[in-house]
């Protein structure tokens, strides 16, 4: 299989520890035995930290893009560092960089992209680029639930959504709260037009991708 | 004022005809006179052509982008062609580069720039990249209705609009329709993120430009 | 062997229809079975649309040219979509880009590269950069003719000729009408100083192609 | 005047504050009313954390140096952020390109720029490649000493040293303990070979690097 | 006006001089106080020598052209020394960089840009490009003969001849002796195609270039 | 083994001479059989006579170099020619293009890279970036002396060295003679930060490049 797999800046970097890199390195490089496997990193915790000096000093918004792309670069090259020589040696700059960076053999890894692009929006987007059979997405909670599981004892994680039903449900977060942990809203749109199948599944553990990918039930299913 | 324009494709370029592409140029550089001015064009109907031959092709959405990004800066090209030395010679491929291009005087035009993207969502991205006081965007009605004015004899035009109802209203209309004609979800995102004036009028005629930014109410102000 | 194919955009684009590229496209794959195989596309009707545009606008004709290198990277783009995966899916921009793409082991797909130079000259430089073993070009008759066949009922087709026999016939040409339809002066030029072996046969039919490299005595030969 | 400052990462960026880096861009502005300023940005405290993290990564000592020098450039689009529109908005990846940028008129802010290079060299090649009047280098003591002035208490400040007395003394001092706090070797040979006058000072206050610009005595001047 | 001015490589560098270069500077400099001016030079001694290995190692004719253009870089970086702060300090890749870098207001001075074009059609498609008024082009001899003057004592200067005519007489030579040293064929099919007004001059003494500007009859002028 | 070769400018070409280039491109191939092997190749003389008018043009040193890096990067395509198809055809700009470039399998050829950095250290940094298990230099004279052999009878070859005194032999040459000609200060720096094996030997006759890697016991080896 091809596979894209986003793994979020708060799970590989909640803060800057060697440890949670070795970790997912492992996890992806037995995966890239059997599969393709290209891999965009978000920026955690160091990103909030540039970024909340950008809004101090009143930075616009899409400089503030830039310097989130720019960390979500650097955990790019800490991840292809724990790799050793199984990962493409930079991260590509753009999808088509990323697609032609495939004929060399080795595992992907790249960043942002381009302002007003979140990383959950480049994964889906190169998903979209390479034809990939499965887009992973990691995040702190282990899928999607009807509601805040952290507020609302009654929520229930949801086992299989449609694209429709992701891009309805991410699309009314955004409307209210300004923002979601979810998924990117373009990203959801992409998966829709292009029928990627996602599955949104808890990064605390690397090794939920190697299930995810062996077909085990976990997480949420958009299909 | 520094102002950005989205063209819509459907108005420059309904079909490819010279006459339409001095229209606007003439408007244009008299608006620079007084402005700054920065230009993104769409794809329009040469646009469509490519893109309708790519589907028969079964190729990615992804490819599809791809090709209309390369048909916009066609499009731009031709605007520039239009413009004889008032307009920078080369259509940006980015943010930055159109940022950098500004250091010339002149006046900058430019298409498409990623996968995932559509000419709205440059446009407003621009506009929040180089700081932008006003975001002008034609299309084929005179403003936003409270329905399709083609349809519902009732519809309404709606003169002002904040960037959350603008957002709501388009954020409806693609969970139902897959698109809209008004402007792109994540573009109306940008505008609401950054707060940047925006007017949605008719590119019918290129002279509303000038009157949207001479403060005359016509079209509709979303702020 | 390495052969390089100019596919005339009236051949390949007399207008925009998936057809066209998908019978190219087949061809051009079977073909690659055995042989190394590049590929430079004509602009075609769509460019021609297009260069009457910036004729009325009376752009110069570095930025006609610039148009046209546009558009024929879009037929570019096309013809990889026909390919599905055995293309190299970008257009190399030059022919250093080219030659280091050939370490894909795809099919390489590319349009013009700078203003002043057709892609007849884009072709023939392609072949002598990559050492080809063969030029073949396809255009709108079959083959070089002793007169304008469709003026000259006493024209007859020219099996053989070297190239210097073909580098003064478009010379002649040139100077009388200002251009001509059998090839590119420099690109004649180009294949008299490289020695290579070039035929120049009717693209009405694809298998022309697979014709000619199999030796056939078909088109023109210019050895 | 045209002046090159490298700003020591320790000093604007001991940790990640606005506060620091609004005090470096007020200096710099008022400092580039009369003077040509180009300014070279350290890694500082983020780019040891990222660092570190890569050493337990047993990483190559090059990609050590890529991702200093991403976090250099990181700091710089900080500081651009800081200064309004009166930096130029992206940091130049090499000489090159920021002596091009010099056209806008604007303050030139850059990182890194090659693996094997510190920051210290970058400045100093850059002061040679503008030909720059001046050096100045901001670091944690205020001026270089006879001895270290931590554990020698005899230590005497050198008001005055000849290029070829600073070259000696870095040497002596990366050849016994691996590196040195002064100045970077390579850059000594620079502004060597090149006649460049540098001043070393106290980045604790950036007034000093006014101060410094103004002909007052404070560090060291190396001439 | 606007002038391109061709600097044949045996006029600046019939061997490497430094003399040449400054004077060559002096006078480009002087003209440049009154007209923009865009310098392309060819390859000279320098080139013959590394193309002479290239052909004793039997290099393609590719890879010649690509080291020709190498050197005739390398020349036109030796100008832009000769030049002080009066030239843009980078030679030109292309007609494009060319044309975004005369918004420096400083003299632009460029080499070869892509195998398969002599240094001559890189100045007549630059003409073009930037819509140049006047295009000099130095040589060895003072003007266009009607036969050659080294071996035809009856050989008389011609005054004056069309595109037309420069374009006939260019392709018999190349006809006949593969080579002509006149002008190159494709950049006389440039001027004739877009009227590009043409003085050949002899390049001994560079002063000729002002004479040629201010309108004195020498050498040849093609119109 | 992994192994990186800088091939001395005054080895390769004390003359512009395809011989020597043919001998090199020889041993390099049959090294390449069973080893990955990159190049770095430097100036030699004609480096030297470009540098020679850019002193009289009073250049800057800044300059200067770029015009060494240029002949560096001819020569590369020289030696690159020398080796029909088994060399990737491009010089690359950089290490990361280096290292990119190595997916190809065909041995990579380099010249210089950025001001400020001799092809020694380019050869040091390249070395490290790709983790080669061997560097060799291949200079004038057989090995390093403990004194100039020229000139001092009792001068003896050393054998063997640490790269700690490597680095302060020819610290203390800079620091007395402005220059060494062992190897670079910097690139003795990165040999030694990365514990990198390096052999200097003769360039006169190329196959001591296989000797050494055979472990023949020649010149002399810091480890």
Redesign the interface.
Same mark, same amino acid.
């Given at each position: 299989m091809r596979i894209v797999i986003k793994v979020g800046g708060s799970a590989i970097a909640p803060s800057?520890?060697?440890k949670r890199?070795?970790e997912y390195a492992q996890v992806i490089r037995s995966l890239a035995k059997d599969h393709t496997v290209l891999v965009v990193v978000g920026g955690g915790t160091?990103a909030r930290?540039?970024i909340?000096?950008?809004k101090?000093?009143k $930075?616009?918004?899409?400089?503030r893009d830039?310097?989130g792309i720019? *960390?979500s670069?650097?955990n790019a090259?800490?991840l292809?560092? /724990?790799m050793n020589d199984a990962a493409y040696?930079?991260p590509p700059h753009?999808?088509?960089e990323a697609?032609? $960076?495939m004929?060399?053999?080795k595992i992907i890894i790249m960043g942002g *992209?381009?302002?007003?692009?979140t990383t959950d929006?480049v994964a /889906?987007?190169l998903a979209?680029?390479v034809?990939a059979d499965l887009l992973i997405r990691t995040t702190s909670v282990d899928g999607v639930y009807t509601a805040d599981p952290r507020v609302d004892k009654n929520a229930k994680k949801i086992d299989h959504m449609t694209p429709?039903e992701l891009?309805?449900l991410v699309?009314k977060m955004?409307?209210t709260a300004?923002a979601n942990n979810i998924f990117d809203?373009?990203g959801a749109?992409?998966i829709k037009?292009?029928h990627i199948p996602m599955m949104i599944i808890s990064g605390q553990d690397p090794h939920n991708i190697i299930d995810a990918v062996n077909g085990k039930k976990i997480g949420t299913l958009i299909k």
């Open positions: 800057l520890e060697a890199f070795s160091p930290e540039y909340n000096v950008t101090e000093l $930075a616009s918004n899409a400089l830039l310097i720019g *960390v670069r650097l090259r800490l292809i560092s /724990a040696p930079e753009d999808y088509q697609s032609l $960076a004929y060399s053999g *992209v381009q302002p007003g692009q929006a /889906a987007i979209e680029y034809h429709q891009l309805e699309a955004e409307m300004g809203m373009l749109q992409i037009r292009s």
